[in-house]
């Protein structure tokens, strides 16, 4: 039987071999390898290129569909909140992290102008108006009309999808 987590690990360590940065992701469907991808960040510079993501791509569009429910995905650490959004998003069976933001800090820190990974997750528990990045509410009621067109279109179903059970 393969082991999984030792091949992300070794998928990450050659990304940093190769320049890249010490993340990775494989997702496991059946006890196969669905799709692996490594953190391709400073390679593309492409800040939505983390390892989760374009692994997540990769299966969704193999199996043509956005729903990972049978999947296993194994992850290098903690996801972001990015990648922890995908991974809410695609529904894999589960998520298997193999080390913590606080085992690797020593070694490894992002220090971005409105992102650091301590106090980030407290981002998103505030209201849109009190976070550190600059947003402003613009209202536009034809903004609004994009949804009721998508809705006239889908049968009067406000629902996006239908997520299949595991």
């Not at 692994?55 to 999947?71: N, P, Q, S």
Request: glycine share 4%; aromatic share 12%.
């Amino acid at each position: 039987m393969t082991d999984f987590a030792q091949r992300t690990i070794e998928l990450a360590r050659r990304n940093v071999a190769e320049g890249g940065r010490p993340f990775a992701t494989v997702i496991v469907n059946d006890g196969e390898v669905l799709a692996e991808s490594a953190n391709r960040v400073a390679q593309t510079n492409d800040p939505t290129a983390h390892a989760e993501i374009l692994a997540i791509r990769e299966a969704c569009m193999k199996l043509g569909t956005e729903h990972l429910v049978d999947a296993t995905i194994y992850v290098m650490a903690h996801p972001c909140p990015m990648c922890l959004g995908s991974l809410y998003y695609c529904s894999p069976r589960e998520v298997i992290f193999l080390t913590t933001r606080e085992a690797y800090e020593r070694y490894y820190v992002d220090d971005r102008t409105y992102f650091e990974l301590s106090t980030f997750y407290d981002e998103f528990a505030k209201g849109w108006e009190q976070r550190r990045l600059p947003m402003r509410y613009q209202p536009r009621d034809d903004a609004v009309d994009v949804y009721r067109f998508w809705n006239e279109r889908n049968g009067g179903q406000a629902r996006s999808t239908v997520v299949p059970s595991p």
